[in-house]
């Protein structure tokens, strides 16, 4: 008996090492409301980490907007739809990845209709989307990082491949059965919230001695 009260005593501080290791997403905390950031800023005016943080947040949201969307219209209207279907899962990890680096923040989309099961938020995001906000939401986080929840809204040219099933092609319910099984993403209406783009900005470094 003795002996195990030993080891009790012994173990909780580490167990409390290893909470502070690994802040839970609690710690994050919504910033106060404002509105959304214009993504415009003249070239060359400021690093990039002095750069407000949910300005870098709306800018990497709009630049992985633009490529995913032009690649596919692209190919949409070169090859189909269902050819872009396919071109969406090779291409939109690399694309994020891309404007990750760019940006230099984490980036992704998320839904509480996932098409692809690896679009799961992250671990921070989870808890504020449990009541799917239609509004952006900016979060400090516990180490200086900013996070931005920014609603996707479902546009007329993605019906092709969200809308009701009997608005999809034949042909792409074909390639959606076959490539993602567990599809849950279709049965949107225009306009209606299809999910969110997640940024998670670093804590600025520049006003820090080296």
């Known amino acids: 008996m003795k002996y195990d009260l ?28 404002a509105p959304q950031p214009s993504s415009t800023l003249p070239a060359g005016t400021a690093p990039i980490d002095a ?21 596919l219209m692209q ?60 509004k952006p939401l900016f979060l400090q986080g516990p180490e200086g990082q900013t996070g931005a929840i920014l609603p996707i809204r479902l546009q007329q040219q993605c ?5 009701q099933p009997d608005q999809i092609p034949p042909a792409v319910l074909t390639v959606l059965q076959s490539r993602y099984p567990h599809d849950q993403a279709t049965g949107f209406a225009e306009d209606e919230l299809r999910g969110w783009f997640w940024v998670e900005v670093p804590a600025s470094t520049t006003s820090q001695e080296p």
Do not use: Y
């Open 6 to 33: 030993f080891l009790l005593v012994l173990l909780l501080p580490l167990a409390g090492c290893s909470a502070e290791k690994k802040p839970s997403a609690a710690a994050w905390k919504v910033l106060p409301e």
């Open 75 to 134: 190919v949409v209207q070169s090859e189909g739809p269902a050819a872009a279907i396919a071109v969406c899962q090779a291409e939109a990890p690399g694309l994020a990845h891309q404007i990750s680096q760019e940006h230099q923040v984490k980036i992704g989309r998320t839904s509480f209709k996932l098409r692809n099961p690896a679009n799961q938020p992250p671990d921070w995001a989870a808890p504020f989307l449990k009541d799917k906000p239609e």
């Open 51 to 71: 750069i407000d943080p949910k300005l870098r947040a709306v800018q990497a949201r709009d630049a992985l907007f633009q490529a995913l969307s032009s690649r």
């Open 159 to 163: 019906l092709m491949c969200h809308g």
